[in-house]
């Protein structure tokens, strides 16, 4: 929150415009006492994000100076996501264990449910999670894609697909003649997934069945992808959420699964999802759920009917530093 305000205040931005300034210029510009600023500042400098100058009494940016736009934003939406949908909710974490809901979201806003359903009518919690959400998916996408197989003229589920961003993704990265790709999610995200393929021209080839992955999945389909939602359920809802996959399957079809997972040792260096996504899952989003190991899902999948043909984990290597989540790709096919 120290590093966030800082960039709320617009201090960041006016060292940017004007190395140098001071802690009674920057409180001036952003309408705060020196003194505020000063304390803001301490954590920066000690991080090597903003220098001191201890004989003019002038801050500039460190390391912040040497940040693209593109990064910078990118690490702005996941700061803004953790003040938005955790700090307060976490507050809660303990109650929220306990009784499997997400207590802070009925405390604090009075929504019942999980984090997907509050978003509908609460403008703040939908601008913090769509927008990194959609950053995450734009980003993560070419790397998934270049690892699944989809057949020329597949018959392609995009399930939980949300308003049609992976859908639209999934054609343009795999498209052949005869490809489609429907996306299947909760009926009242239709209307802006329909909109959403009109506005890519891709109307032809994109559809939208309404329904919750619980009471069906709809059958018939060579190719289903899940991607952002394995991990948001429990051990018992994942098993029910592929039964459904593996009826939705032609008989030699293919799932491939998009998850973030923690490493066979979670004492592994570099491992930011333990530290994040258990209390994210518990006391944020769903009061159940959070990422596994590789192996446990490829376990899960075998235990529903199908045979494993590919893992791959993303190289730590490439994955910018602010990012949490380290991707997994999983391909199965059905058993007949």
Known sequence: MSLLSCFELGLIDRLRESPGLGAVELGEAAGVKPDA???????????????????????????????????LQRALR??????VTALRQLFYLTQSARSGSVVGLRELYGA?????????????????????????TANIDPWFFGHVEIPAGARVLDLAGNTGLG???????????GLSVTTFDLPEKEQEALANFRAEGLQEHLSFIGGNVFDGVPEGFDTVLVKHFLDMFDRDDVLRILAGVHRSLQPGGQVHVLVPVYPEDIRDAGNYNVDFFPAFF??????????QKLSVYQRWLEESGFKVTKAVTKDASEIPPDVIPVQAVISATKIA
């Open 167 to 177: 859908a639209i993704h999934a054609y343009r990265y795999k498209e052949s003649a």
């Open 78 to 83: 996941y700061m803004n996501l953790i003040k």
């Open 112 to 136: 019942e449910g999980t984090l997907y359903d509050a978003v509908a009518g609460h403008q703040d919690l939908k601008d913090a999670w769509l927008g990194l959400m959609n950053t995450v």
């Open 37 to 71: 600023v000063e304390q803001l500042l301490f954590l920066l400098v000690k991080e090597g994000f903003v220098a001191f100058d201890e004989e003019c009494g002038g801050y500039r940016l460190d390391a912040l100076g040497e940040v693209g736009e593109e990064d």
């Open 282 to 291: 518990i006391g944020c989003t769903m009061g159940q759920g959070g990422p």
